[in-house]
C-alpha cells in the first residue's frame, strides 16, 4: 500500500508470517518444560507435543534427532534446538523472524528448573 504528498511518498509492505511447523519433546512436570510451553502460547503458535515421560518412544525419538538426552528439545521447520529454555526458543523464533517480539508477559518463568517441592511431591518412594 502506497500514498503520497507533494513532498513524501511512502509504501508500507505488510509481510505475512508463514506458521513453523513445531515439535516440542518436553516433560510433564519441568520447569523449562513449563518455559517453552508458555513462549510458544504467548505466540499462539500451534505445535505438536511429545512428552518423552509418558511414551519412551518419544525419548528416544528426541535423542536421536538432537543427538543428546537432555530436555526440552524443540523442532522448528526441521532444525533442531536440543536442551533449550523458554527464552532461547523466543529468541530464535525471534531472530529467524518466525515472530515478532512481543512484551507480553507469561505466567512461568522462562528459564527455570522446576521448584525443589514440586519434584518432592512427585516423587515419593513406597517401602
Known sequence: MCF???????CVIFVEMDTPQITAYLKTYCGWSA?????LAKYNLPYTEKDIIQNPAFRWEMETKSGQPLSPCIEINGKMLPDVSGEEVEK?????????ASAAQTDVP???????????S???LRF
Not at 530464535?92 to 515478532?100: E, K, S
Not at 522462562?110 to 518432592?120: D, I, K, V
Open 92 to 100: 530464535y523464533l525471534i531472530d529467524n523472524q518466525l515472530v515478532q
Open 110 to 120: 522462562l528459564n527455570a528448573p522446576c521448584p525443589t517441592e514440586q519434584h518432592e
Open 4 to 10: 503520497a504528498t507533494e513532498n513524501f511518498r511512502c
Open 35 to 39: 518455559g517453552v510451553r508458555a513462549v
Open 122 to 124: 512427585e516423587v515419593k
